[in-house]
Each structure stands twice: as structure tokens, then as C-alpha cells.
């Protein structure tokens, strides 16, 4: 049985104001991401991961590399080019508002259907989703390969990816409409979201047991769910 942990990376120089970062703009964490991934990685200390994976775009692969290398024993981390965030095209680097004052026609257009309007130069909700569906299935063969379907107390998989990467997977895992992947999800930074694959069903019959906790972030006395 596959248990996978899900999280986005923290935050960068440019999350404010939030904008489109996707492939082509590959920055690092600030300081304040880099606390939220020290964070992220206490919360997770004591749970023993079978391995952990990041996109290959620094701020992910940083937010991940903090959590194997400050782990009891620290553990080696492998990079997947299907984590990668969404490809923005044109909008790359731009704000909402940016995007608004030039191109919002389109902009209506593809919020209305991000699953088969390309974002202008860039990809779709449907692009990214055939990369999350294929690393869902890699997983699934490898893990079934080593573990038998009863073992229900093989170690989890964590994978540090990104926002809209991680909804739409989250849309793949529950067999929901990719093209609602934005009305339906919010995945904020160093968050964690499960998926437990019990059913041997596939790529797209998870069971969805936990959804953007940030806990470990966020301060006591702050409504959990704002």
C-alpha cells in the first residue's frame, strides 16, 4: 500500500506579490522558506520515509533537501523532471494584475478551462496532469514490486513539488476533473497533503486522508483554516 506525502516548497524572494512562477524562472528559497522548510522538517522527523523526490526546480529541490539532510539519518534525494511546476508560457513572472492589463481575455479564457487552454507559450492543466499521472503510476509499479498489496506498514513516499503541480495530482489521485484543480484545492507553502493508494486500483484511486495542513507554520492562535 502506497502512502504519499505531498508538500509545496517554501517561499521565495518573489511569492510577494504572488505571481506565476513555473519552469523558467528558477529561484531559491528567502529566508523565511528556508524556516518554513526547517519547520516542515521537524514536523517530520520521527516518520521514516522510504525515499523522497523533488522537482528539479531549486526552490522545491532546496525545501527537500533541508528535510532529507536534517533528518536522524539524513537520506538521499532524488530529483523527477514530472514534478516540475506548471509551464506558464507568457505569464512567467507576472502578477494577476500584470497578467489582467495585458492579456485578460485569455487570462477569462483559460480560467474558465485551464484543462485544455494552454497558458500562452506553456502548458495545460491536461500537460501537467500526463506528468503527474506518470509518476503516480511509477510509483505504484515500484512500490508494489517491493512491498505485497497486504503490507499495510510500508513507509511513505514524500514528494516536495508545487502549487499547481500538486493540485492537479491531487485531482489525478481523487478522479476528479482536472479543470478544477484551482476551484477545488489550495496547497500552501511547506503544507502536507495525503494520498493512501489502498485499492490497487491505479493512479486515480486514492484515499485522501489528510489536505493542506500547515500546523507547523502557522501560529497558535491563528483561525487553522484562513
Known sequence: MLTLVLTRHGLTPRSTPEQHLGQRIDIELSDAGRAQARALAARLAGIPFEQIVASPLVRARETAEIVAMTRPTPMQLLVDPRLAEMDYGEWEGKTYAEIDATDAARRRAWEADPA???????????????????????????????????????????????????????????????????????????????????????????????LNDLAHVRPVAETPWE
Open 116 to 210: 485544455t487552454i494552454r497558458c500562452p507559450g506553456g502548458e495545460s492543466a491536461e500537460d501537467v496532469a500526463e506528468r503527474a499521472t506518470s509518476f503516480l503510476a511509477g510509483l505504484l509499479a515500484k512500490h508494489g514490486d517491493e512491498h505485497p498489496a497486504s503490507d499495510t506498514t510500508a513507509p511513505p513516499v514524500l514528494a516536495v513539488a508545487h502549487s499547481s503541480f500538486n493540485r492537479i495530482l491531487v485531482c489525478v489521485a481523487l478522479g476528479l476533473p482536472v479543470r478544477e484543480f484551482r476551484l477545488r484545492f489550495q496547497q500552501g507553502q511547506v503544507n502536507l497533503t495525503v494520498l493512501r493508494f489502498e485499492h490497487g486500483m491505479g493512479p486515480s484511486d486514492a484515499r485522501l486522508i489528510l
